[in-house]
Nanobody, 124 residues
Framework: QVELVESGGANVQTGDSLRLSCTSS???????VAWYRQTSGKERAPVVG????????QYPSAKMDRFRISKDNATNTVYLQIDALTPEDTGVYYCGAGQAIPCSLMDRLTYTNWGQGTQVTVSS
């Protein structure tokens, strides 16, 4: 079992940027890692994923390029940088990790370990 702890969620204004962190108890170089989010009235949905190497990234669509994922293997931490926040980005952001081959962002079963989430609230 991998422990994941998200942090960095905050109350921000439209247009602000935010960086979320996900710290793992495991060596993230061995895992696919992704950020998902759950916004009001919707199911948890993928935001962006990163593969074991840290070089491959997956997005559900081109519209998600405001979201940038990066990984620090030295600290086993994955970051999510979100730019130009809007109220529609309000929700709980979750970090997931798994050992499926290959890493598939759109297949939630890829990620068998999840954190508790961190709340992002964007005001207009």
């Amino acid at each position: 079992q991998v422990e994941l702890v998200e942090s960095g969620g905050a109350n921000v204004q439209t247009g602000d940027s935010l960086r979320l962190s996900c710290t793992s108890s495991a060596i993230l170089g061995h895992y696919c890692v992704a950020w998902y989010r759950q916004t009001s009235g919707k199911e948890r949905a993928p935001v962006v994923g990163i593969d074991r190497s840290g070089y491959g990234r997956q997005y559900p669509s081109a519209k998600m390029d405001r979201f940038r994922i990066s990984k620090d293997n030295a600290t086993n931490t994955v970051y999510l940088q979100i730019d130009a926040l809007t109220p529609e980005d309000t929700g709980v952001y979750y970090c997931g990790a798994g050992q499926a081959i290959p890493c598939s962002l759109m297949d939630r079963l890829t990620y068998t370990n999840w954190g508790q989430g961190t709340q992002v609230t964007v005001s207009s």
